[in-house]
């Protein structure tokens, strides 16, 4: 991660369709004088910000800070949520090695990152971590040099 958009401050360009909903773990026994290592959790298609963060315990109460992440995409199966999803562009190949939607291409996405004044979905989701990753940061004292992402599924 860039020190840059780490530091960016918590009022900037971001709109508000990139935050992500969020869940935090904090460590039993919480010290303020101790950089924590931040987890950033991502949640498989059908998951939630508190699915990880629930397990959480099960690695350690009091050794790092945790930080669950929502998808932005709901996921409805019989009519009902089932849960959220990172959106298309993290979709599994089928079995016969095709995805419903085709990749773009090297070209297209330097053509669309310097003449497409829109950000994209992967653009909004960047986003969205790193505006989390900022307010975490802003109300716990983590450091800098250890945040890690951890994700499961796609």
Not at 17 to 28: C, D, G, H, K
Not at 64 to 81: A, M, S, T
Not at 113 to 120: K, L, N, S, V
Request: a neutral charge.
């Amino acid at each position: 991660m860039t020190n840059d958009r780490l530091n960016a401050p918590l009022s900037s360009t971001l709109s508000t369709s990139s935050s992500l909903v969020e869940a935090r773990f904090i460590p039993r026994q919480y010290e303020p004088n101790y950089a924590y290592p931040l987890l950033v959790l991502l949640h498989a298609r059908g998951g939630d910000e508190d699915q990880l963060v629930r397990a959480m315990p099960a690695l350690s109460w009091r050794n790092y800070v945790g930080l669950g992440l929502r998808g932005p995409e709901p996921v409805i199966k019989r009519d009902q949520l089932a849960g959220f999803d990172w959106g298309r562009d993290f979709e599994l190949q089928d079995r016969a090695g095709l995805r419903s939607r085709p990749r773009r291409s090297e070209a297209e996405i330097v053509r669309r990152a310097f003449f497409d004044p829109e950000p994209d979905d992967l653009d909004r989701l960047e986003d969205g971590v790193f505006a989390a990753i900022r307010k975490t940061r802003s109300l716990l004292h983590i450091h800098s040099e250890r945040i890690f992402l951890v994700g499961c599924g796609e």
